[in-house]
């Protein structure tokens, strides 16, 4: 499987300002059709979801690399894992 390089996606990160990157209306999020979460640097990936129910977040690919994504940082999509998992349920 193909991954972001660690340097897209702390750029990515950083450019989304460490919060989440959804504008799925579907999830009904608060911010208009924003989600916005904030997000730890450290929490990422499904290992960080805490005893307490606290999740992490992940970089998601805009345009998967079956379809011939490439691992840029325009193609690197910052979200919590709750819009994680179901941007990747479709
Ligand atoms: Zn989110
Ligand atoms: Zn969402």
Redesign the pocket.
């Known amino acids: 499987m193909v991954e972001f390089p660690e340097e897209v996606v702390k750029k990515a990160f950083g450019a989304a300002d460490g919060r989440?990157e959804?504008l799925m209306v579907e999830?009904g999020?608060k911010y208009n059709s924003m989600?916005m979460?904030v997000l730890d640097w450290t929490k990422r990936g499904q290992s960080f979801i805490a005893a307490d129910g606290e999740k992490g977040w992940e970089a998601h690919w805009i345009k998967s690399p079956e379809e011939g994504g490439k691992p840029t940082q325009e193609n690197c999509e910052i979200?919590?894992w709750?819009?994680y998992v179901k941007k990747n349920k479709k």
Do not use: I, Q
Request: proline residues 0%; charged residues 20%.
């Open positions: 989440c959804c999830h999020h989600c979460r979200l919590c709750d819009c």
